[in-house]
């Protein structure tokens, strides 16, 4: 069975940083996008960072260019997200998201998601 396990999420404060991790089981990240998503109250989910080592798609929002960098460990099964100097506006339910292929700017067409993890920023 295919799933994505998220931790790290937390509070902390403006300026601070925060690492979060997905897990896989029943695959590993080799020839899939992967990416990360954020959602706040009434907001559509929006693309943070995602990148495929399939079709070479990424994506990269411009208010976290700088501050915010994925990467994964050696295995290829769990991924993360470094998320550095941390603002308010962070704030957010973040997601991880794994597809077959590409890297969408919409989130519903993802193969597969993990449960989300909190993170709040304050100031």
């Known amino acids: 069975e295919v799933q994505l396990v998220e931790s790290g999420g937390g509070s902390v404060q403006a300026g601070g940083s925060l690492r979060l991790s997905c897990a896989a089981s029943g695959f590993t990240f080799d020839d899939h996008a992967i990416g990360w998503f954020r959602q706040t109250p009434g907001k559509e989910r929006e693309g943070v960072l995602c990148i495929s080592s399939v079709d070479n798609s990424s994506i990269s929002a411009d208010s976290v260019k700088g501050r915010f960098a994925m990467s994964t460990d050696e295995n290829k099964n769990t991924m993360f997200l470094q998320m550095n100097s941390l603002k308010v506006e962070d704030t957010a339910v973040y997601y991880c998201?794994?597809?077959?292929?590409?890297?969408?700017?919409?989130?519903?067409?993802?193969?597969?998601w993990g449960q989300g993890t909190q993170v709040t920023v304050s100031s």
């Open positions: 998201a794994v597809d077959r292929v590409r890297c969408y700017q919409s989130w519903d067409l993802y193969d597969y």
